[in-house]
């Protein structure tokens, strides 16, 4: 028998570390060749490790939530043939979405094999549901939370299949599937509790955690929020739908939202930049590469619309629903989540009356938009009845002035408030 050492891959970018954030694998472990072993978190995306061979794990390198450095021991596998310790260090992928090329069959010196970089996935089949103590508080996005509500079902119930045991939306559909009643047994929604959970930090919850450190005390942040009426635009909106939703898709509101961005920041390039404030340099873009905040999971994601201000709304919508898909199935790659250069973040139906969102560094301006509500609105001095939303918005004093900020703001409300003239060039 033979030892095989699988070195933790460089994963390209200059990047000297990453962090160990899920093992796929236990010791005495039997793995086969292109079975996943771990996930590793870099600064933008996690990525998968392979095996290159057929083995038994006989010891991993380190625990999750452990920073280890690009070429120390990850995991050691037990393979057949010559007792000689072999070692392996798998490269980074050409492309994210790229598969793992196939291989003949393994022998003691192991082929490397490309590592297949996402953003974390549920790898296990949903298991029956578990009944946990009253007081334990299973993990869970908010979306599924709101999900789990919607259905009657308490999340105490149901086994997650996603890391660390965290409730998945398809943990959701299992647990109907089984038809186990949402009913819990015993227990009083009075009785005192005096539980308490100690809930590591790590892989994309860290990273998330870090970045909005990062930019609260990098940047000057400042907000401003203004309210719009967007009774015309929803009007044209619906009007599209009806005409040509069943051809061409359904529009939501986002697409209108990136075309205006596109429109007003012909004349407000300011905003449409990247700051180094090491170099001292502000880098402004002729491109307008939307990033579009999207809860997955496992946290927030910023998938990238590239080359907006050369997309239709059609073109522009049928992006955002790839890449909103791609990051909740933990499918996006790298690439696809880097590379912005101003951002759009929209809570939906949940989006409140005024938020402050932050900053996603390194740029310098992110366009938060509010709930749509109907609401009593004096025009020419009769009261009538309009849809009114917020655009709850944030910038970097550091390089936006507050006049220039409110320019733009109110340069978004007029072409959503007139939404023809979102087409005029």
């Not at 978190?41 to 061979?53: E, L, N, Q, R, Y």
């Not at 203004?226 to 909106?237: G, P």
Request: overall charge negative.
């Amino acid at each position: 028998m033979g030892t095989h050492v699988i070195k933790m891959p460089d994963i390209g970018e200059g990047i000297a570390e990453v962090e160990l954030s899920v093992w796929h694998v236990k010791v005495g472990d039997m793995v086969v060749e292109d079975q996943v072993l771990a996930d590793v978190m870099t600064d933008k995306a996690m990525v998968d490790i392979p095996s290159p061979v057929h083995g038994r794990v006989i010891a991993l390198g380190g625990e999750p939530g452990e920073v280890m450095a690009v070429g120390s021991e990850l995991i050691r596998i037990e393979v057949e043939g010559a007792g000689n310790l072999k070692e392996s260090a798998q490269p980074a992928p050409a492309a994210a979405t790229q598969a793992a090329p196939q291989t003949p069959k393994p022998t003691p010196v192991a082929t490397p094999e490309p590592v297949v970089e996402k953003t974390i996935a549920p790898r296990c089949a949903p298991q029956a549901p578990v009944a946990r103590d009253p007081e334990e508080r299973p993990l869970a996005s908010p979306a599924v939370r709101k999900h789990a509500l919607d259905l009657g079902i308490q999340l105490r119930l149901v086994q997650g299949s996603g890391p660390a045991g965290r409730i998945l939306h398809e943990d959701l559909e299992a647990y109907l599937a089984q038809g186990t009643s949402t009913q819990a047994k015993g227990g009083s929604g009075y009785a005192e509790r005096h539980d308490e959970q100690q809930i590591p930090v790590i892989g994309m919850r860290r990273k998330i955690a870090q970045r909005m450190q990062e930019a609260t005390q990098r940047a000057a942040h400042f907000s401003y929020v203004e309210e719009i009426d967007v009774t015309a635009l929803e009007e044209l909106r619906v009007h599209l739908n009806e005409k040509h939703g069943a051809s061409r898709g359904k529009l939501t509101l986002l697409p209108f939202l990136v075309r205006a961005l596109v429109v007003a920041l012909r004349d407000f390039p300011q905003m449409n930049a990247r700051y180094d404030d090491e170099a001292q340099v502000i880098h402004r873009s002729g491109a307008v590469h939307v990033g579009v905040a999207t809860q997955s999971d496992v946290g927030l994601m910023v998938p990238v619309v590239r080359h907006a201000e050369a997309r239709s709304l059609w073109d522009s919508a049928t992006e955002i629903s790839r890449l909103a898909t791609a990051a909740r199935n933990g499918k996006a790659s790298r690439d696809e989540l880097s590379g912005s250069t101003i951002t759009l973040t929209s809570l939906g139906a949940l989006g409140g009356i005024v938020s402050t969102p932050v900053l996603n560094l390194p740029e310098v301006a992110i366009v938060g938009v509010n709930k749509i509500v109907e609401r009593p609105v004096v025009i020419k001095g009769q009261i009538v009845i309009r849809k009114m939303m917020n655009l709850s918005s944030s910038f970097d004093h550091r390089v936006v002035d507050g006049m220039d900020a409110a320019q733009f703001i109110q340069a978004l409300r007029g072409l959503l408030e007139q939404p023809a003239t979102l087409f005029v060039e």
